[in-house]
């Protein structure tokens, strides 16, 4: 049982390229997140999944795609790359059922440089 | 839209001594409201969580956080701080429903304990 698992771990591209971020959750949840982390701004949503089939912007969607390929996958796509994208990106997927017993389960992250 | 306010970007404490770190939140019913830890280059960890109930909560590795509905607050404490614990302390708040994973970050406090 891996959790929440997120490819790749570093990455940098040239402005204007494109990329997939890709996050897989293995533990049957119905909603995922994706959250960027700036430095003193937090994190902030930038598309989640309520459920398979369902995408919603979040705070920060400009730039970014999303697909929820099934019920594990959700990934996040940059289709042509900012200097402004260079962040860390989380994968996230709450816990679902009793609110006492939720928990919202992080991935590793992605650093992406834009250059 | 909830929101949440660390207001201290930077705290710095003897190993030994007592630990506070502020949290207020903005959000019209009750919230849930959680705090995370996260180390250098690496991914979040829940120390704690308040949903309903008794508002002195205690987690992981010795905090306890207090809600505060007068104050809008929920403020993190540990009686006496570790070198460990040095790392970036975030405050969170989520809403209820389908949506309580849809979480919203304060903009962290970096704690740096001296020896």
């Known amino acids: 049982n891996a959790g929440v698992t997120q490819t790749p771990k570093f990455q940098v591209l040239k402005t204007g390229q494109s990329m997939t971020l890709q996050c897989a959750q293995d533990?049957?949840?119905?909603?995922m997140y994706w959250y960027r982390q700036d430095p003193g701004m937090g994190l902030r949503l930038i598309y989640y999944?309520?459920?398979?089939?369902?995408?919603d912007k979040g705070e920060v969607p400009n730039g970014y795609n999303v697909s929820r390929l099934n019920k594990r996958e959700f990934s996040l796509r940059l289709e042509s790359a900012a200097p402004s994208q260079t962040s860390v990106y989380f994968c996230?997927?709450?816990?679902?059922?009793?609110?006492?017993?939720?928990?919202?389960?992080f991935g590793p992250g992605t650093r992406l440089t834009v250059t | 839209a909830q929101s949440v306010t660390q207001p201290d970007i930077h705290i710095t404490v003897s190993e030994g001594a007592s630990l506070e770190l502020r949290c207020n939140y903005s959000?019209?019913?009750?919230?849930?409201l959680f705090w995370y830890v996260q180390s250098p280059g690496q991914g979040l960890q829940l120390l704690l969580k308040y949903f309903s109930g008794d508002t002195l909560v205690q987690g992981i590795k010795g905090f306890e956080a207090e809600f505060k509905r007068s104050q809008s607050s929920f403020n993190l404490r540990k009686p006496s701080v570790h070198w460990s614990d040095a790392a970036e302390y975030f405050c969170?708040?989520?809403?209820?429903?389908?949506?309580?994973?849809?979480?919203?970050f304060g903009q962290g406090t970096i704690l740096t304990v001296h020896p």
């Open positions: 959000y019209g019913a009750t919230p849930y």
């Open positions: 996230a997927s709450p816990g679902q059922g009793d609110p006492s017993s939720y928990e919202q389960y």
């Open positions: 999944s309520a459920s398979e089939g369902t995408t």
């Open positions: 969170a708040v989520g809403v209820g429903g389908t949506s309580y994973g849809k979480l919203t």
């Open positions: 533990m049957n949840h119905n909603s």
